[in-house]
């Protein structure tokens, strides 16, 4: 699971829009978005995604919090 802090409802739904080809659950609440995977090609997934996550974030100075990050 990925935990982005900051997030605009805006930004949320763009995130939304480019993952559809994805098996991803974005959840949202007031600013937080948590982006987990949910098929069989998780840790795949989870590496490619996250890479794509750690550049767009520091691209917008995006505070990332990411505890299982490294796994």
Avoid: C
Wanted: without cysteine; charged residues 25%; hydrophobic residues 40%.
């Amino acid at each position: 699971m990925i935990r982005l802090s900051g997030i605009s409802w805006k930004t949320s739904e763009t995130l939304l829009e480019e993952l559809s080809d994805l098996r991803f659950r974005l959840p949202y609440n007031r600013g937080n978005l948590e982006i987990m995977a949910l098929d069989l090609e998780h840790e795949q997934n989870k590496r490619v995604f996250g890479s794509y996550v750690a550049t767009q974030t520091s691209q917008f100075f995006i505070n990332l919090s990411t505890p299982d990050i490294a796994n």
